[in-house]
């Protein structure tokens, strides 16, 4: 983990509401694994001190790149910075993704909106293709279609309004494909909470093997201020475990969600 000064190669609109940013750091790119995040302080935001995390999505030589919402007032300003403008990146943070092993699980990927983000370096780095899953309300919240097929992945994808792909949740065409066979497959998933928890409850249903990426709100991201904790199931009962650190990404069997709420 680095705390550098990272020089901005690009920051393009990529759908809707949706940019990629790519920054160049040499020094950083090849410690990053797959579902591992970057902490940015958007430097020309004056009145905000606070970093804000995201998914690390690509690594192509000396640079990396993060794919955002434009949601408030840090993501605002991030899209309006340039090529040539510099931001304050800590990275790589957190516990990422296990990448399967050659011969091992065949990966199933389910995202939602921009948890597409934390799945693409997962993608690209397990040894054996699978499917990805991608949800979204609309058709401009289907992200990525294309660099995940370019890699020789086959996307299916769910929107809530039916303007893409199959209408309603994303976890519809999961299980029914895992219903057809789950023998030999792992899930991983990155989305809002109420699609992580069912993706979960689908993998505790089945019994097939899931890794969840839990993106709770954070402050410090480096595990001191405890900000970002969740309820971790212990012994008979549960305890806290910091998303920045242990996380974001657990085991979906350890995740307490009956006492989460
Ligand atoms: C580990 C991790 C990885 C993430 N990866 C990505 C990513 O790849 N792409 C991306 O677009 N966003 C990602 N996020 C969410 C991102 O950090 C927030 O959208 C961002 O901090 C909002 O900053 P803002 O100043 O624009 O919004 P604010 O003005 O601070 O808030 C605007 C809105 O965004 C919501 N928000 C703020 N922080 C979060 C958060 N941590 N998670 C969800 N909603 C939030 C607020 O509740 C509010 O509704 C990730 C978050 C975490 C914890
Ligand atoms: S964000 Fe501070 S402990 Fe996790």
């Known amino acids: 983990m680095l705390e550098q000064t990272v020089t901005i190669v690009s920051n393009e609109r990529d759908t809707d509401q949706y ?21 940015v302080r958007i430097l020309p935001l004056k009145d905000a001190l606070l970093r804000r995390p995201f998914s690390i999505f ?27 403008e510099e931001l304050s990146v800590i990275a790589p943070l957190g516990h990422g993704f296990t990448v399967p092993a050659a011969g091992g699980e065949t990966p199933l990927l389910v995202a939602g909106g921009y948890g597409m983000a934390a799945m693409f370096l997962l993608a690209q780095r397990s040894p054996q293709t699978g499917i990805v899953f991608v949800g979204g309300r609309r058709r ?28 309603g949740l994303v976890t519809q065409p999961l299980l029914a494909e895992l219903k057809r066979s789950a023998v030999g497959r792992k899930l991983f998933a990155c989305g809002p909470t109420p699609m992580l ?26 595990g001191t201020c405890l900000t970002c904790v969740i309820k971790v199931k212990a012994g008979d009962g549960w305890e806290y475990q910091r998303t920045c650190t242990e996380g974001p990404v657990f085991d979906s069997r350890s995740i307490a969600w009956e006492v989460a709420k």
């Open 197 to 222: 928890e069912a993706v979960g409850k689908i993998a505790e249903d089945i019994a097939v093997a899931c890794e969840l990426s839990m993106d709770e709100h954070m402050c410090c991201g480096v």
């Open 19 to 39: 940019f990629r940013l790519v920054v160049r750091a040499p020094q950083i790119t090849p410690l990053i694994q797959p579902g591992q995040f970057a902490h």
């Open 140 to 167: 401009v919240d289907i992200l990525c279609e294309k660099d995940f097929a370019a890699i020789g992945w086959e996307v299916r994808v769910a929107t809530e309004d039916g303007s893409h792909g199959e209408k």
């Open 58 to 84: 690509q690594v192509a030589g000396d640079t990396f790149s993060i794919l955002y919402k434009n949601v408030g007032k840090g993501t605002e300003v991030l899209s309006r910075m340039r090529a040539g």
